[in-house]
């Protein structure tokens, strides 16, 4: 029996990062953490036919160019990162000027398409992009689960933060990426 009964999409966001900034190496530390349940949901998705979006960061490239953007960011400090969570040719891929995915971008019309009503929020950083994205997505009236083993910030405190802000005040769902496979797809 399926339990899908909403139309979900995986956002990852921000994963494909070079973390060659002030604090880098910490955000890079946290997110080796998040790898393999980022993987494992994303697995579950594919199997599921889930939609796959990768949401990145241009790093003044401006071109939604995956091939570009990766040989651009990768390093040794990302090197497990991205050898397990490099986009494959059935996901999607956009890239967004600020911080929310939602800014400037087409995936709210990419979402309308693939008539998802419930997203999955995952990725870099915690704090940052993935709260602006989740604030965007709330307004815009999604359903919103952010496992909370699938979302890294530069500080442990600031990852609280943001998922009890994402909790409390946008109703996110924010079981671990088990439960959500479990309960919810």
């Given at each position: 029996?399926?339990?899908?009964?909403?139309?979900?999409?995986?956002?990852?966001?921000?994963?494909?990062?070079?973390?060659?900034?002030?604090?880098?190496?910490?955000?890079?530390?946290?997110?080796?953490?998040?790898?393999?349940?980022?993987?494992?949901?994303?697995?579950?998705?594919?199997?599921?036919?889930?939609?796959?979006?990768?949401?990145?960061?241009?790093?003044?490239?401006?071109?939604?160019?995956?091939?570009t953007i990766y040989k651009k960011?990768?390093?040794?400090?990302?090197?497990?990162?991205?050898?397990?969570?490099?986009?494959?040719?059935?996901?999607?891929?956009?890239?967004?000027?600020?911080?929310?995915?939602?800014?400037?971008?087409?995936?709210?019309?990419?979402?309308y398409h693939l008539e998802a009503?419930?997203?999955?929020?995952?990725?870099?950083?915690?704090?940052?992009?993935?709260?602006?994205?989740?604030?965007?997505?709330?307004?815009?009236?999604?359903?919103?689960?952010?496992?909370?083993?699938?979302?890294?910030?530069?500080?442990?405190?600031?990852?609280t933060y943001a998922l009890r802000?994402?909790?409390?005040?946008?109703?996110?769902?924010?079981?671990?990426?088990?439960?959500?496979?479990?309960?919810?797809?």
């Open positions: 029996m399926n339990k899908v009964t909403s139309k979900f999409a995986l956002l990852i966001i921000d994963i494909i990062n070079p973390f060659d900034f002030q604090h880098g190496r910490s955000l890079a530390d946290h997110t080796l953490k998040i790898v393999e349940p980022i993987s494992n949901l994303k697995q579950v998705c594919r199997e599921k036919d889930i939609p796959i979006i990768y949401i990145n960061d241009h790093y003044n490239l401006w071109q939604a160019n995956l091939e960011c990768s390093n040794e400090l990302n090197k497990k990162i991205l050898a397990k969570l490099k986009p494959d040719d059935k996901d999607y891929f956009l890239i967004k000027p600020k911080h929310s995915a939602f800014y400037g971008t087409a995936l709210n019309t990419l979402l009503d419930s997203l999955i929020l995952t990725g870099i950083a915690g704090n940052i992009c993935v709260l602006f994205t989740a604030n965007d997505a709330y307004m815009r009236e999604y359903s919103l689960y952010v496992p909370n083993d699938c979302l890294a910030s530069v500080a442990e405190e600031d990852n802000m994402m909790k409390n005040v946008l109703q996110a769902n924010i079981d671990d990426s088990t439960t959500l496979i479990e309960d919810q797809l």
